[in-house]
């Protein structure tokens, strides 16, 4: 732990603006077996009061009420009492309720991320029933308020406000990956909010406590961790992914292009250096090792993805943000320059399959989408190469795919690096697009247009339905895709 990080970090809590939402329940009345479904209109994050009382006869037993909330409607049909998934159903948002005494004000006291609340009377006597006057969210953001929406049609400029409502729900105390789940701040999904967060909401202030939150929380040897934890106290979650520490580097790069802020870049350079330091441990003779451990690099979470190729996309596109940082803070590039060369000599050699056109990855040779959008974004080769590998991959037998919106951001990214503006466009317009056909009121976690009941985790009751990493076309539509 580094003390002065720390309260660096914590001198730059934000304070949350809270904001009352209310919905007149019309008298709602609740028998045994019966429930209402409230729709707040949009999403939010935030507690939940409620007003009941009860009808009939003298309440002659404690009412026993769930309550059940959800991001999107689809989630209120959703059976959760079967639910099987491989990460804790704690993360469903429902309670169950005993209230002794009607009427009463009831505060559900966690924080919720909702549109909808369905609250369902699961045991009363026959004699009363309860009433539903009326639901109060007392919703909290640390974002500025209103953007000027973007984009050059309706639909885009929808999708710019559901982007916009995305990022501004994640921004808490800290830039959270989504207020339904994990509530935290990670670190691949920083530098997309952060990058975002530059052309839109300009809270800079809140990137650079997540700089110091990450930065103050490295582990012994000066790794960083893939996730901070801030409750009950701040600290390193103890798990690292290769890609993740190495995002801190463009992180902040970004920041200091965006701020001029130089004594957090100059303060912060040896830790973002350490985790190229730390990561090239995992070379042999400038490949990367592939591993089999489940987590050891992220890039998206097609779980059939192997990482090899891509992890080391990953490392050269860093380096190149550091000699970008270093030369503009004046610092010697020589060696990292050097290292960069070496690195995707040993890239093209290695994962570059001449005959497909292609970046292969794994023993067997695995064709995919992020293997291939990485190693165009990390250039290894020239732009006008890489826009064929791109063409190619789209036409690659069982070419292995995308299932979120954080590598499709990648992928929007590496098409408009090697001038495929059109079709850049079309995919954000095809793939958020499609989740704002879908309803959404936010952006989600995950997102496979082929599979829409896909979730890594087993059951897709626990997907995030508002997550910050698929806020970036707020981001492509401001810096690439619309004529001020
Ligand atoms: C999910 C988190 C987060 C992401 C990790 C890899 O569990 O919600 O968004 O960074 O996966």
């Known amino acids: 732990m580094n003390k002065k990080f720390l309260s660096k970090a914590k001198q730059l809590k934000p304070q949350l603006t809270q904001t009352l939402v209310e919905i007149d329940a019309k008298k709602t009345s609740l028998n045994e077996g019966d429930s209402a479904v409230f729709d707040f209109g949009n999403h939010y994050v935030g507690s939940l009061t409620v007003?009941?009382?009860?009808?009939?006869?003298?309440?002659?037993?404690?009412?026993?009420?769930?309550?059940?909330?959800?991001?999107?409607?689809?989630?209120?049909?959703?059976?959760?009492?079967?639910?099987?998934?491989?990460?804790?159903?704690?993360?469903?948002?429902?309670?169950?309720?005993?209230?002794?005494?009607?009427?009463?004000?009831?505060?559900?006291?966690?924080?919720?991320?909702?549109?909808?609340?369905?609250?369902?009377?699961?045991?009363?006597?026959?004699?009363?029933?309860?009433?539903?006057?009326?639901?109060?969210?007392?919703?909290?953001?640390?974002?500025?308020?209103?953007?000027?929406?973007?984009?050059?049609?309706?639909?885009?400029?929808?999708?710019?406000?559901?982007?916009?409502?995305?990022?501004?729900?994640?921004?808490?105390?800290?830039?959270?990956?989504?207020?339904?789940?994990?509530?935290?701040?990670?670190?691949?999904?920083?530098?997309?909010?952060?990058?975002?967060?530059?052309?839109?909401?300009?809270?800079?202030?809140?990137?650079?406590?997540?700089?110091?939150?990450?930065?103050?929380?490295?582990?012994?040897?000066?790794?960083?961790?893939?996730?901070?934890?801030?409750?009950?106290?701040?600290?390193?979650?103890?798990?690292?992914?290769?890609?993740?520490?190495?995002?801190?580097?463009?992180?902040?790069?970004?920041?200091?292009?965006?701020?001029?802020?130089?004594?957090?870049?100059?303060?912060?350079?040896?830790?973002?250096?350490?985790?190229?330091?730390?990561?090239?441990?995992?070379?042999?003779?400038?490949?990367?090792?592939?591993s089999d451990r489940l987590g050891w690099c992220f890039l998206d979470w097609n779980l059939a993805l192997n990482k090899q190729c891509g992890a080391q996309g990953v490392y050269i596109y860093c380096a190149k943000y550091a000699v970008k940082l270093m030369s503009a803070l004046g610092k010697d590039t020589t060696a990292i320059e050097n290292d960069i060369a070496l690195k995707t000599k040993g890239a093209i050699a290695h994962f570059y399959d001449k005959e497909k056109g292609v970046f292969v990855s794994g023993k067997d040779r695995q064709v995919s989408y992020a293997a291939n959008i990485w190693m165009c974004l990390a250039g290894v080769l020239s732009a006008a190469e890489n826009a064929k590998v791109l063409d190619k991959v789209k036409c690659a037998e069982n070419a292995v795919g995308l299932v979120t919106p954080y590598a499709y951001h990648y992928y929007v990214q590496a098409l408009i690096d090697c001038g495929k503006i059109t079709e850049a466009r079309k995919v954000i317009n095809n793939y958020w697009g499609a989740m704002a056909d879908d309803g959404a009121d936010t952006f989600y976690e995950m997102f496979d247009p082929n599979n829409p009941d896909f979730s890594a985790y087993g059951a897709k009751a626990v997907n995030s339905y508002c997550h910050a990493w698929s806020c970036t076309p707020s981001y492509f539509l401001r810096k690439y895709l619309t004529e001020n």
């Open 51 to 290: 007003q009941l009382t009860s009808a009939g006869s003298p309440q002659d037993a404690p009412a026993l009420i769930k309550f059940k909330f959800c991001e999107i409607a689809k989630e209120l049909d959703e059976d959760t009492s079967t639910y099987n998934g491989w990460i804790s159903k704690s993360w469903l948002q429902e309670e169950l309720i005993h209230v002794d005494t009607l009427p009463c004000v009831l505060k559900l006291k966690r924080r919720y991320a909702f549109r909808y609340v369905k609250i369902q009377a699961v045991g009363l006597s026959s004699k009363f029933s309860i009433v539903i006057n009326n639901l109060t969210a007392e919703t909290v953001t640390s974002a500025p308020e209103s953007i000027e929406l973007c984009g050059s049609t309706e639909r885009e400029s929808k999708i710019d406000k559901i982007a916009l409502r995305t990022l501004s729900e994640c921004m808490q105390y800290e830039f959270e990956d989504g207020p339904k789940r994990d509530k935290r701040l990670w670190l691949g999904d920083l530098r997309l909010q952060a990058l975002t967060n530059y052309f839109t909401f300009k809270h800079n202030d809140l990137v650079k406590r997540c700089l110091y939150l990450f930065a103050g929380t490295c582990g012994k040897d000066g790794e960083l961790s893939q996730a901070v934890f801030t409750k009950p106290k701040v600290v390193g979650d103890d798990a690292y992914m290769f890609d993740y520490s190495l995002l801190f580097i463009p992180v902040l790069q970004e920041y200091y292009e965006a701020t001029g802020d130089r004594q957090t870049a100059e303060e912060l350079l040896p830790i973002a250096l350490k985790q190229l330091t730390l990561a090239n441990a995992n070379f042999e003779n400038n490949v990367i090792k592939d």
